[in-house]
């Protein structure tokens, strides 16, 4: 095995993998990574399953050194400049690090998160069945927390005579954020529902990955903004008593007593995490009906993802390709979209 020593890391950069599940009956968060596309992209180039952990790199520059023998990886999700030595990394594809070589991967453009995972995988035992990182609860692996510098994790040794990779990712969707209205929408006026979809909210910057607050003007309640304490679903949207949204993601707790106007779509969640602070997002509502074909549909893409992998040798560089790849981490610009 090899080793990828971290030699510089931003605040929210952590081990996460699909998430920690079956537990929250008992109060046990999920974690997990908040772009679940992007990771299952980096896992396909590296030949691993699309659950398995990688590190999810914050908005933040970091930097990381390989030791004990070259490592293969794969970096997917926001955009950023990244290099080896001095030579440029390109996004949705692998990439050899000789032992000795530094990663440096800098701050994110227009997007938040981006996955980097290794071929052969981290090495560590799952917590409660995932490696995921709650940093809250204290729970993760290889460490329970956020990476800080001079954490060693061990990785994969990869396969030098294998090929490079590349995947050719579908055109990233620019629409409006779909959400399903509940599970407490009666308890908001018919104009706090219409302002949910017709507003353009910004991104707080005191969000973080427990939690997105919304700033925009407030949403009435009808009846109040206290309800008993029911669970939590990823991507609900709450709204307390000063009217402000907040979707919940990741490392939110499993249960709440404020009501809920509705849940963002699952498929939909990867684009809305990877809006940062300051950025702009509108909602649809759809029905259920559309909510699951549209959520099965991204299962199947998820699990076709593998099938784009090709040897990058064999990639022909054009504008098409350029404009399928997924260069902007998939965030959203409500500000030009139709509602």
């Not at 994969?156 to 209205?181: F, H, K, T, Y």
């Not at 908001?188 to 909210?201: G, R």
């Not at 990955?209 to 669970?231: C, F, Q, T, W």
């Given at each position: 095995?090899?080793?990828?020593?971290v030699?510089q890391?931003?605040?929210?950069?952590?081990?996460?993998d699909?998430g920690?599940?079956g537990?929250?009956?008992y109060?046990?968060?999920t974690?997990?990574a908040?772009?679940?596309?992007?990771?299952?992209?980096?896992n396909?180039?590296?030949?691993?399953?699309?659950t398995?952990?990688?590190?999810?790199?914050?908005p933040?520059?970091?930097?990381?050194?390989?030791?004990g023998?070259?490592?293969?990886i794969?970096l997917?999700?926001?955009s950023r400049?990244?290099?080896?030595?001095g030579r440029?990394?390109?996004?949705n594809?692998t990439?050899?690090?000789?032992?000795?070589?530094?990663?440096?991967i800098?701050?994110?453009?227009?997007?938040?998160?981006s996955?980097?995972?290794?071929?052969?995988?981290?090495?560590?035992?799952?917590?409660?069945?995932?490696?995921s990182v709650h940093?809250?609860?204290g729970?993760?692996a290889?460490f329970?927390?956020?990476?800080?510098?001079?954490?060693?994790?061990t990785?994969?040794?990869?396969?030098?005579?294998?090929?490079?990779?590349?995947?050719?990712?579908?055109?990233?969707?620019n629409?409006p954020?779909?959400i399903v209205?509940?599970?407490?929408?009666?308890?908001f006026?018919?104009?706090?529902?219409?302002a949910l979809?017709e507003?353009?909210?910004?991104?707080?910057?005191?969000?973080?990955?427990m939690g997105?607050?919304?700033?925009?003007p407030?949403l009435?309640?009808a009846?109040?903004?206290?309800?008993?304490?029911?669970?939590?679903?990823?991507?609900a949207?709450?709204?307390?008593?000063?009217g402000?949204?907040?979707?919940?993601?990741?490392?939110?707790?499993?249960?709440?007593?404020?009501p809920?106007?509705?849940?963002?779509?699952?498929?939909?969640?990867?684009?809305?995490?990877q809006?940062?602070a300051?950025g702009?997002?509108?909602?649809?509502?759809v029905?259920?009906?559309?909510?699951?074909?549209?959520s099965?549909?991204?299962?199947?893409?998820l699990?076709?993802?593998?099938?784009h992998?090709?040897?990058a040798?064999?990639?022909?560089?054009?504008?098409?390709?350029l404009l399928?790849?997924?260069l902007?981490?998939?965030?959203?610009d409500?500000?030009?979209d139709?509602?």
């Amino acid at each position: 095995m090899s080793q990828l020593r971290v030699l510089q890391v931003g605040p929210v950069t952590s081990v996460q993998d699909f998430g920690r599940f079956g537990g929250q009956r008992y109060g046990l968060g999920t974690a997990g990574a908040l772009d679940r596309w992007s990771l299952a992209a980096a896992n396909a180039l590296v030949g691993s399953r699309q659950t398995a952990p990688a590190i999810e790199i914050g908005p933040f520059a970091c930097r990381f050194k390989v030791e004990g023998g070259a490592v293969r990886i794969a970096l997917c999700g926001a955009s950023r400049p990244a290099s080896i030595n001095g030579r440029t990394l390109a996004f949705n594809s692998t990439a050899l690090i000789a032992d000795g070589e530094t990663l440096d991967i800098r701050a994110a453009q227009g997007a938040v998160f981006s996955y980097l995972a290794m071929e052969g995988g981290i090495a560590g035992e799952p917590i409660f069945g995932s490696f995921s990182v709650h940093a809250r609860l204290g729970l993760g692996a290889p460490f329970p927390r956020a990476l800080a510098s001079g954490d060693v994790l061990t990785v994969g040794n990869a396969d030098q005579s294998a090929g490079e990779r590349r995947l050719a990712l579908p055109a990233a969707d620019n629409g409006p954020i779909r959400i399903v209205l509940g599970p407490q929408d009666d308890y908001f006026t018919p104009a706090a529902i219409a302002a949910l979809q017709e507003t353009v909210w910004r991104i707080s910057a005191t969000s973080d990955r427990m939690g997105y607050r919304l700033e925009g003007p407030p949403l009435a309640h009808a009846k109040g903004h206290n309800i008993v304490s029911d669970g939590i679903t990823n991507g609900a949207i709450q709204v307390p008593g000063n009217g402000q949204p907040l979707v919940l993601l990741a490392d939110r707790g499993t249960t709440g007593g404020y009501p809920k106007i509705a849940v963002i779509l699952s498929c939909d969640l990867h684009r809305f995490a990877q809006i940062p602070a300051g950025g702009a997002v509108r909602f649809k509502a759809v029905s259920v009906a559309e909510a699951q074909t549209a959520s099965r549909a991204f299962a199947a893409a998820l699990g076709d993802l593998p099938a784009h992998v090709g040897d990058a040798h064999d990639w022909t560089i054009s504008a098409e390709a350029l404009l399928a790849a997924n260069l902007a981490g998939q965030a959203v610009d409500a500000q030009t979209d139709n509602p």
